[in-house]
């Protein structure tokens, strides 16, 4: 890693990004100090670093665990994954007998027509 030539002005210039992020913190404290007594819950309408909260003011409530909810949500995923896997094997076996087997049909056959009879012999020409 190179060494600043002027290590001076790095060091002022650190100190001043950090100043100024101090003044922003001080900013974002009071506001949430003035809200508060305020009895306001919700942060300002163009503030987008603030969290969002919920109905009751209660930022953690939104980051908790639902394992209810988590284990019907699963339970559904792997529903409609199992059903979505049936219904592709179903497709592929319907357009594999579809394709290779159309002439010679395995299921929905006339069980009271004949069989296919075999080629009749040719007709011996007359002898005149």
């Known amino acids: 890693m190179p060494e600043n030539p002027d290590p001076l ?12 992020q101090l003044a922003e913190l001080n900013r974002q404290i009071e506001a949430a100090k003035a809200a508060q007594t305020a009895g306001v819950q919700s942060p300002a309408p163009g503030d987008a670093s603030a969290p969002p909260t919920g109905a009751t003011g209660d930022t953690a409530s939104l980051y908790t665990p639902d394992p209810a909810g988590a284990h019907a949500s699963t339970r559904r995923g792997c529903f409609l ?14 357009a594999i007998y579809l394709i290779w087997y159309r002439d010679r049909p395995l299921i929905f056959v006339d069980q009271k027509a004949p069989p296919a009879a075999a080629k009749p012999a040719p007709a011996e020409p007359s002898k005149k």
């Open 81 to 94: 994954y199992a059903a979505g896997l049936v219904a592709l094997v179903l497709a592929l076996l319907a």
């Open 9 to 20: 002005a790095d060091l002022q210039r650190q100190r001043e990004l950090a100043s100024r």
